[in-house]
Antibody, heavy 115, light 113 residues
Framework: QVQLEESGPGLVKPSETLSLSCSVSGGSISGHYWSWIRQPPGKGLEWIGYIFFVGNANYNPSLRSRVTLSVDTSRNTFSLNLTSVTAADSAIYYC?????????WGQGTLVTVSS | DIVMAQSPDSLAVSLGERATIHCKSSQSLLYTSNNKNYLAWYQQKPGQPPKLLIYWASTRESGVPDRFSGSGSETDFTLTISSLQAEDVAVYYCQRYDSSPFTFGPGTRVEIK
């Protein structure tokens, strides 16, 4: 059973860059698509983007100018960078497997944007 | 963007009774090339990530109890819990994945009456 675990700072200052990583265990990152999805506390889900293990990525147009996904097959991890954050970017960030429907999810990590 | 709507916003159902959740897309999610509807359903319990229940509108994910079923096509879809159990209390989301950006419905909260 593949397991995913998000890691990164829980607090980011406004205008700075949010950086998170997702570690994949119990299976290889190769051969799959991997996604990031976020959820403001008490609200709905927003797909951020996906990346293929060879590095091809697709982003939500609403975030495209600020988002970069990357993958490191040697460490079996993939990462999210979101620049110029504001309070509206405060959310639980989930990593997940898949590019359409998402069959494995991490537990999520809460990121708060505040000075 | 394609908009996903769900109804009702919440519902309370007695244990053992049927729960029905509706999802409507502003555009058809049916690809005639492969006759597949690009629609998934998720269950999210408090403090947990969403869990995939159904994909291709009606294919149950491995390990999901058979009391959960999905139906519908094109723009109108339904998730049915045939006999509600206490552990089914959760928020349920539909999600389209026909094209980017993939979007989720606003969710339906299911409670015990």
């Amino acid at each position: 059973q593949v397991q995913l675990e998000e890691s990164g700072p829980g607090l980011v200052k406004p205008s700075e860059t949010l950086s998170l990583s997702c570690s994949v265990s119990g299976g290889s990152i190769s051969g799959h698509y991997w996604s990031w999805i976020r959820q403001p506390p008490g609200k709905g889900l927003e797909w951020i983007g996906y990346i293929f293990f060879v590095g091809n990525a697709n982003y939500n147009p609403s975030l495209r100018s600020r988002v970069t996904l990357s993958v490191d097959t040697s460490r079996n991890t993939f990462s999210l960078n979101l620049t110029s954050v504001t309070a509206a970017d405060s959310a639980i960030y989930y990593c997940a497997r898949g590019r359409g429907h998402f069959d494995q999810w991490g537990q999520g990590t809460l990121v708060t944007v505040s000075s | 963007d394609i908009v996903m709507a769900q109804s009702p916003d919440s519902l309370a159902v007695s244990l053992g009774e049927r729960a029905t959740i509706h999802c409507k897309s502003s555009q058809s999610l049916l690809y005639t090339s492969n006759n597949k509807n690009y629609l998934a359903w998720y269950q999210q319990k408090p403090g947990q990530p969403p869990k995939l229940l159904i994909y291709w509108a009606s294919t149950r994910e491995s390990g999901v109890p058979d009391r959960f079923s999905g139906s519908g096509s094109e723009t109108d879809f339904t998730l049915t819990i045939s006999s509600l159990q206490a552990e089914d209390v959760a928020v349920y989301y539909c999600q389209r994945y026909d094209s980017s950006p993939f979007t989720f419905g606003p969710g339906t909260r299911v409670e015990i009456k």
